[in-house]
């Protein structure tokens, strides 16, 4: 195994869940990619849904293989989840289910935001997802409750908890990210 595999930046893929009119994703999203991005582990690409034509059929098309090999590159997922009717979006659950084994054996992230939830319930759910897709969901999440009030003008939070969870998770998914790359590099994943 080369020894640079353990040691490259991972490829994380950040995936913005919600394509509603007016969602307050892009403010979570830029808030956790800031960090993201400064964090010397990781090469960050974005895959935002709304610009991301998945067909609800779970057609192939050119758009399909496109983000089916965005994903396949990546080494890692963190993914900013809102919650609808406590639930996760179905363009989220079609961005799940338009690929297979690109997620295998790869660490998932949550970053979620709502009302009083937070997006907690939609997390948990979407941790049943991911299991069923051989992913590893990273224990540490960053959650937003009342999100609207949190954020100042400038995309922002006084929020120690959610800093704090923001690095932590961080670390967490580095760890699981780099430990799985080494692995995939080593023996293809029986899934």
């Given at each position: ?81 809102t919650e609808y009717n406590h639930g996760y979006s179905g363009a989220l659950k079609t961005a799940f289910d338009s690929a297979k084994h690109e997620w295998r054996a790869k660490p998932v992230a949550f970053v979620s935001y709502g009302g009083l939830s937070g997006g907690l319930r939609a997390t948990e759910q ?66």
């Amino acid at each position: 195994m080369d020894s640079d595999v353990a040691r490259d930046p991972l490829r994380l893929v950040l995936i913005i869940g919600s394509v509603r009119e007016g969602r307050f994703a892009p403010v979570v999203a830029e808030w956790f990619l800031r960090r993201a991005r400064v964090d010397g582990a990781f090469d960050v690409d974005v895959i935002d849904l709304v610009d991301t034509p998945l067909p609800a059929d779970l057609v192939v098309t050119d758009a399909v293989r496109e983000y089916r090999a965005r994903l396949a590159a990546a080494d890692a997922f963190v993914v900013v989840a809102t919650e609808y009717n406590h639930g996760y979006s179905g363009a989220l659950k079609t961005a799940f289910d338009s690929a297979k084994h690109e997620w295998r054996a790869k660490p998932v992230a949550f970053v979620s935001y709502g009302g009083l939830s937070g997006g907690l319930r939609a997390t948990e759910q979407l941790r049943q997802v991911v299991a069923e897709l051989h992913m590893v969901s990273i224990r540490e999440t960053v959650s937003f409750h009342q999100a609207k009030k949190r954020f100042d003008a400038d995309g922002e939070v006084d929020d120690g908890a959610a800093i704090d969870a923001a690095e932590r998770m961080l670390r967490q998914l580095a760890w699981w990210g780099t430990a799985l790359r080494t692995a995939r590099a080593a023996d293809s994943y029986p899934g």
